[in-house]
Structure formats: structure tokens, C-alpha cells
């Protein structure tokens, strides 16, 4: 289960309000190429997806065993986060709008003025960059569209790939914390934080990417 960061912000309620607002209305499809919001229809690509071990070995947050019951329950809590304005789960498909090649799960706490972030993409595109890149578009929609100013990450002890693009990314290593799989078991985590401050002294303010 996503735990909000360490760091304690609180936001004034006209913040949370638009924070919850921006998470309702949300689209992802302007992070980048065939960006969706995950709905029944990706259910088995996202179970094809996970049951790589080479994708899913190193998460902590997604529902196991990775049968269709439990991802279209993850997929339809995410759907009542995102009409509560607190979490967005994100696909990335195939050309043909079928298959799942990437996915990034995102849990806001809009009174705290926070959130989280893990995904994964499929194993034959991984080491090639696109990961890294995906993910620095996912921190900047999370600051200039959801209007979060904190956001703070999670990766296991020997994931050498996510500890250096979120330490590229600018985020602040701030030691390591207990994450909590659905099933209650506990995953020790490296742990970093970053504020949209610190994100914009080296990162140009988000532009929407426009398919077509
Ligand atoms: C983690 C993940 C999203 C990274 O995406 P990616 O496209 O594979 O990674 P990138 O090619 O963007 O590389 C990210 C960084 O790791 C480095 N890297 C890539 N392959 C590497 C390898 N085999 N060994 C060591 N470093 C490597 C890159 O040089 C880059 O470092 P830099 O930012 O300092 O240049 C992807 O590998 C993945 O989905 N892995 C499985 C699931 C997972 O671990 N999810 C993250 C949970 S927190």
C-alpha cells in the first residue's frame, strides 16, 4: 500500500480542493504517446504485462497472484481513487490500443499536497531509456498539472536502474522505509523526496504532449 512521504505538509483546503479537482479531470494521454487511463479493456494486457518477473520482481504495490479478478479490482479501485481525486492508474498500449507496455500507479494525497509514483514497462524495451524518460514526464504532469509540491519515491534495495533515474531526476535520498504489499507483507525500500521547488530549479515547467 502507498504511504504518504515522511516530510508532513499540510494544504490549505482551497489547495486540496484543486488538487482533488485536477486529479478528477485528468488526462494522461498528455504525458506522452498512447498514455490512457487503465480501464477494463487493459486488464488482461496489464496481467500479461506483470506476469514477466522481469517486470513485476521488483514492485511492491500491484495486486498478487496477477489473475484478471485481481488486476480488474486494482483497476476499478483506482477508478474510485480517481473520482475521489487521490490516484490515477496509467497504461501505456500497443498501437492497436490492446496490449499493455508500461504502467505507472499514482497515489495523491491532496491534503498533504503529496503523492507517489512506481510503474514498470515491459522487459523488452527496458535499458534503452524510455523508463527514465517516462518517468520525468510523469514527475513534471504530477507538479504542473495535479499541482501536487511533494513527491516521494520508494525503489527495493537493488534496483539499480530506478535508484539512478530518480536520483537524475534530482530527488534527495532520505534514507530507507518499511513498504507494505497488499497482502501485508514487508518490503524494505530505499526512500527519496523532492519538492516541485527543488523540480523546477532544473526542470522547465510541463507541456502537454499532443497526440496526432
Ligand atoms: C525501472 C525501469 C522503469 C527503468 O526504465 P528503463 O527504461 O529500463 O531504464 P533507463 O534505460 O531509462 O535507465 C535508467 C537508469 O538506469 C541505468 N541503467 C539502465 N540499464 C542498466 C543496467 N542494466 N545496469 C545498470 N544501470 C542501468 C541508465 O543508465 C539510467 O541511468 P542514468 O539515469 O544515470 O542515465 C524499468 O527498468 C522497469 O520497468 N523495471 C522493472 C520494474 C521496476 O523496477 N520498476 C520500478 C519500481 S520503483
Not at 23 to 48: K, M
Not at 121 to 129: P, V
Amino acid at each position: 500500500m502507498a504511504a504518504p512521504p515522511k516530510t508532513v505538509l499540510y494544504a490549505p483546503p482551497e489547495e486540496e480542493a484543486a488538487i482533488r479537482a485536477a486529479v478528477r479531470a485528468c488526462d494522461p494521454s498528455i504525458i506522452g504517446p498512447n498514455r490512457r487511463l487503465a480501464t477494463q479493456r487493459h486488464v488482461e494486457g496489464l496481467v500479461q504485462l506483470l506476469s514477466d518477473p522481469l517486470v513485476s520482481d521488483p514492485l511492491y504495490g500491484v495486486p498478487r497472484p496477477f489473475t484478471e479478478r485481481n488486476i480488474l479490482h486494482w483497476v476499478e479501485d483506482f477508478t474510485e481513487r480517481k473520482a475521489r481525486g487521490e490516484g490515477v492508474l496509467i497504461v501505456t498500449t500497443d498501437f492497436a490500443d490492446q496490449g499493455v507496455v508500461a504502467y505507472s500507479q499514482i497515489t495523491i494525497w491532496p491534503d498533504r499536497t503529496s503523492g507517489e509514483t512506481a510503474g514498470a514497462i515491459s522487459a523488452d524495451i527496458q535499458s534503452l531509456g524510455s523508463g527514465g524518460s517516462g518517468a520525468m514526464r510523469t514527475f513534471g504532469w504530477m507538479y504542473g498539472v495535479l499541482g501536487i509540491r511533494l513527491i516521494g519515491l520508494t525503489a527495493a534495495i537493488d534496483n539499480v536502474r530506478s535508484a539512478k533515474l530518480i536520483e537524475r531526476a534530482g530527488f534527495i535520498r532520505m534514507g530507507e522505509r518499511d513498504s507494505v504489499r497488499p497482502d501485508g507483507t514487508i518490503r524494505r525500500s530505499l526512500y527519496w523526496e523532492q519538492t516541485r521547488d527543488q523540480w523546477l530549479s532544473h526542470e522547465p515547467p510541463f507541456e502537454p504532449y499532443r497526440e496526432g
